[in-house]
Structure formats: C-alpha cells, structure tokens
C-alpha cells in the first residue's frame, strides 16, 4: 500500500462491472493481522461470509453481509465459538468452509499441518 507503508487490513475490494471501475475499500467487520485466520466464502447467490480466528485466541467467528454494493458493506455475526475447549485447533488461510443456515451449523475443511503427515 503505496498510502500508509506499512500494515494494511484485509478488506473487500468491489469491481462495478456496469461502471468498469473499481470502487472503494470495503472494511471488514474485525480487526486482523497477517497471523490471523481470515478466508472468505460465498453464501447463496449475493452474499458474502468471512471466518475469523485470531492467532492470539481459540475463538471462531463468522460474519455474513446483510446488504453489499460498490461503495459500501454491512456485517452480521452469524456464529462465534472458542475451539479451545472442543479441540485446541486453530484454522489457517488455506481453508474453506461451508454455512448451512437453516440448522445454523457450519462446515471448515482445513490442513493440520502439524500432525504427520498434514491432514
């Protein structure tokens, strides 16, 4: 990032096909660093999801847009659970996950990288 040299967040970048240009930075609903879990998904046909897990914490979360355009984006917690009780496993960014919002359940597939061999 050419403006603040230094740590940027992650964000929603948004292209209007109509306009054919790119429009604003779109924030995310947390705060993330580089080490944090941070991967996206789709979520019927115009909604976006966001998984989020902190390397400081066990914490899981998961945030559903409830209204996205060119220039702006809204946040909704759809789910939030702290692993470490249930498994002490942290998520990485090559993951992907699943929502099934009628059973309010949800589906990550990620790789153990520390178990030999990665599972």
Not at 36 to 55: C, G, P, T
Not at 57 to 81: C, L, Y
Request: net charge negative.
């Amino acid at each position: 990032d050419k403006e603040s040299r230094g740590h940027v967040p992650d964000f929603l970048l948004c292209f209007d096909f109509t306009k054919e240009r790119f429009g604003p930075r779109l924030p995310l609903p947390f705060v993330s660093f580089p080490e944090d879990a941070v991967i996206l998904s789709s979520l019927r046909e115009e909604q976006l999801a966001v998984l989020f897990q902190s390397n400081d914490t066990f914490e899981m979360e998961i945030w559903v847009t409830t209204m996205i355009e060119p220039n702006a984006v809204s946040w909704s917690k759809f789910f939030a659970i702290d692993m470490e009780p249930l498994t002490c496993f942290r998520f990485y960014d090559c993951g992907t996950f699943l929502i099934d919002e009628e059973k309010r359940a949800v589906v990550v597939f990620d790789e153990d990288n520390d178990a030999m061999p990665p599972t």
